[in-house]
């Protein structure tokens, strides 16, 4: 189990480009201490500074990442984090703020990647020239800033609501050139379980985590060492186990109740099962209500006659769906031990839309390959596939309910794509707008060095 699986959250769905940009940029500003380039106020909007060195950062992280910049970057950067500000001084007179805590949170998270994948604390500083206070200083003024202008763009865009009727005008708008091509996409409903785990199994996965914890208590063995050793949460196993600074939300409840407890690090928790498995636990810090704790996972193997009879349960089951005397959505309710689709009959709901349908490519791929050429109404054979919520194997049966090939967006079937369309169109518009408007009313001075460019919004101090 990765420590993200274990970790609540979606934070890691942006995460790689995120923490390249913020990598390059940590970077960027390491090498520019060293150029000791002679610093200089540039613009000046409202009562903000922009220096030539946060210009320069952001041109070499733009370089690092080999991100193209549409024109001169000594235009073009200025004024994006000229509009960065405007966006930034109306938050202020909102009372716009971000959540302490989750820019804590996100931080420590972003900050525990960056030492898993350089190796240790010592080596990221070193990589970064930067000591973890300062990189971790300058990551918090980052992502403060990032989710009040998020905050700010979302309260100027949230009455943004287009009708039935907009939606229709906008799509016969369209040149066909511009339709978008919309992939294949399916619904599918899934019945699974997970095969029954001998008890002797689990008591040996217990044991051997009782076995850990007296030796880390005779001082015989080190916990951390022992995660790196044996822990099946690859992640966290990279860091000896240590999970970073999170909050009681962030950790599923059963290994939330007994962390928080935790007082003393010189101890070692009971041994602790969750849907991951079973798990001990060392308290390493407190901050307020945010705990920094390493743990050890061991997860109890099934066996292959157990996953056989799982799998002979399941095609009965099937037989009984294909001949009709059960419906899928039946057989769902009685048997299905998948939780987040039992209701809803076994339809499966995609992660990254909240809605039912999937690309292929956001399946499972057992999964994508067991409906790749049934047909809509079809029940798939029995099958084994990884869970990936839980990070487990489970049997499963799939019932494809629909499936649309590729094809020219349309309004019949694909009306929430042409909707959203117009609304991004909408909100682009919006916050054009306010940019322009805001110009107006905010003093912005140029240095007259910076001021030759073909801005995107030409009204700057004027």
């Given amino acids: 189990m990765k420590m993200n699986k274990l970790i609540i959250?979606?934070?890691?769905?942006?995460?790689?480009?995120?923490?390249l940009a913020i990598g390059c940029w940590l970077l960027a500003t390491g090498c520019l201490a060293q150029d000791?380039?002679?610093?200089?106020?540039?613009?000046?909007?409202?009562?903000?500074?922009?220096?030539?060195?946060e210009v320069e950062d952001e041109r070499l992280r733009a370089q690092y990442e080999g991100q193209s910049i549409a024109g001169d970057p000594y235009c073009v950067i200025p004024e994006q984090l000229a509009i960065q500000?405007?966006?930034?001084?109306q938050a202020e007179l909102d009372s716009i703020e971000a959540n302490e805590s989750s820019v804590s949170s996100q931080v420590d998270m972003r900050m525990n990647y960056y030492i898993s994948q350089i190796g240790s604390k010592e080596k990221m500083e070193e990589y970064f020239r930067k000591t973890s206070t300062e990189i971790r200083e300058e990551m918090m003024e980052s992502v403060r800033n990032q989710m009040i202008i998020q905050q700010m763009q979302s309260k100027l865009t949230e009455n943004i609501q287009p009708t039935p009727a907009e939606v229709r005008r906008y799509f016969n708008?369209?040149?066909a050139d511009s339709l978008p091509t919309v992939p294949a996409q399916v619904e599918v409903q899934i019945l699974?379980?997970?095969?029954?785990?001998?008890?002797?199994?689990?008591?040996?996965i217990k044991n051997q985590l009782r076995e850990f914890t007296e030796r880390v208590t005779n001082g015989s063995a080190d916990f951390s060492m022992l995660a790196r050793l044996y822990s099946e949460d690859t992640e966290s196993a990279k860091r000896g186990g240590e999970l970073g600074f999170v909050g009681k939300g962030q950790l599923v409840s059963e290994f939330a109740d007994v962390a928080f407890n935790l007082t003393d690090p010189k101890?070692?928790?009971?041994?602790?099962?969750?849907?991951?498995?079973y798990h001990i636990i060392q308290l390493i810090e407190r901050k307020g209500e945010r705990i920094n704790c390493r743990h050890i996972?061991?997860?109890?193997?099934?066996?292959?006659t157990d996953k056989q009879n799982a799998i002979v349960r399941l095609d009965s089951i099937r037989s009984l769906i294909v001949a009709d005397t059960l419906t899928f959505e039946n057989a769902v309710a009685r048997y299905s031990e998948d939780k987040s689709t039992v209701m809803s009959g076994g339809l499966m709901t995609n992660p990254n839309t909240g809605a039912s349908k999937f690309e292929y490519q956001e399946l499972p791929p057992e999964l994508a390959r067991q409906i790749y050429s049934m047909k809509e109404g079809d029940v798939s054979a029995p099958f084994t596939m990884m869970d990936r919520a839980k990070n487990k194997e489970v049997c499963a049966i799939v019932r494809l309910k629909t499936k649309r090939d590729a094809h020219k967006a349309n309004l019949t079937d694909d009306f929430q794509t042409i909707r959203n369309m117009l609304v991004q169109e909408q909100k682009t518009q919006?916050?054009?707008?306010?940019?322009?408007?805001?110009?107006?009313d905010i003093y912005v001075h140029i240095d007259p060095a910076w001021r030759g460019c073909d801005f995107q919004y030409p009204n700057w101090g004027k």
């Fill in 430 to 440: 919006t916050i054009d707008q306010w940019i322009r408007n805001k110009q107006k």
């Fill in 36 to 53: 000791n380039i002679i610093d200089e106020v540039i613009w000046i909007v409202g009562e903000e500074a922009i220096l030539r060195s």
């Fill in 9 to 19: 959250g979606n934070w890691q769905l942006a995460i790689g480009n995120w923490l």
């Fill in 192 to 204: 699974s379980f997970e095969p029954p785990v001998p008890v002797e199994e689990t008591e040996r």
């Fill in 297 to 304: 996972l061991l997860k109890p193997r099934v066996s292959y």
């Fill in 267 to 277: 101890r070692v928790s009971r041994v602790v099962e969750t849907e991951y498995g």
């Fill in 85 to 89: 500000k405007l966006f930034l001084h």
């Fill in 173 to 175: 708008s369209l040149s």
